[in-house]
């Protein structure tokens, strides 16, 4: 990522992405963009990359997922939903909070590609649901390199504001409703035989499983981009990257909400981790 410019954008995308992963409203932008070369495939090709959940076992069926949904109403078609998708997500996140930072177009397509692609290495940025924070990426100067600065939680105040307002009942009452159009579209990115509940559970699990840095962690650029200093840490997943550079405060309210959201989804909690 250039110095002042991706990680911010990519790192709200993150926590965004989460509530997005069970409503559409995916918010987030992958925290470090780890290679030059941006990722600017379209939704049908960008399964071929990396591993997903893609047998025909079904681990989650999505009957078994929240309430049943508030309505009868017949489901538009996929190619057709963009209207009543953007209206829905607008009124549970308020529209003031998401109104301007959701796309209006192909919604479902690209809250089910960022999700499938969330346990990798990288999310195409074209793919997001959501525009990218306003202002520039900041770091500050450490021993032996960089590290984030505090600043940055002001580009992505109004992400977490929408995170925070979120309901895990309503969203997952809303997807359960939705789900035969995320479903539509996961089989159109390439997966014939795949269900979209488990890559959402999968991906989920994979942000929860980010490790919890109570300091920022360090920063170096041994060219263009930034780079975890730490070869595990830069290694770890786009979804973890993004939970990485929310900071711990943050960080920890993302994780609830994914945990609520989880347990709705799949019918079981998963405790906190307890502290050292």
Do not use: C
Request: proline share 9%; charged share 20%; hydrophobic share 45%.
């Amino acid at each position: 990522m250039k110095k002042r410019s991706s990680i911010g954008q990519w790192l709200v995308t993150g926590v965004v992405v989460i509530v997005a992963i069970a409503i559409g409203v995916f918010i987030w932008r992958k925290a470090t963009q780890v290679e030059p070369t941006a990722v600017t495939r379209a939704p049908a090709a960008a399964a071929s990359a990396g591993p997903a959940a893609a047998s025909s076992a079904i681990r989650h069926p999505i009957a078994q997922a929240g309430p049943a949904p508030a309505t009868t109403a017949p489901l538009p078609a996929l190619d057709a939903s963009d209207p009543s998708v953007a209206e829905a997500l607008l009124g549970m996140a308020g529209g003031d909070r998401l109104g301007g930072l959701l796309y209006r177009d192909q919604i479902i397509r690209r809250i089910v590609a960022t999700v499938d692609a969330l346990p990798r290495q990288s999310v195409a940025s074209n793919l997001m649901p959501v525009k990218p924070p306003k202002g520039s990426f900041v770091v500050e100067p450490a021993e032996g390199g960089f590290v984030l600065s505090p600043r940055n939680a002001e580009r992505y105040a109004p992400y977490m504001r929408v995170l925070e307002g979120a309901d895990p009942q309503t969203l997952v009452a809303w997807y359960v409703g939705h789900y035969p159009l995320f479903q539509q579209a996961y089989r159109d990115l390439g997966y014939p035989h795949g269900y979209f509940n488990d890559r959402l559970v999968a991906a989920i699990d994979d942000m929860l499983a980010a490790p919890d840095l109570q300091t920022p962690a360090s920063l170096v650029q041994p060219k263009v981009f930034f780079r975890y200093a730490d070869p595990a840490l830069e290694s770890r997943s786009a979804g973890q990257k993004m939970m990485m550079r929310l900071g711990p405060a943050d960080e920890a309210k993302a994780k609830a909400k994914l945990r609520a959201i989880r347990a709705r989804l799949t019918g079981a909690s998963l405790p906190a981790p307890s502290r050292s």
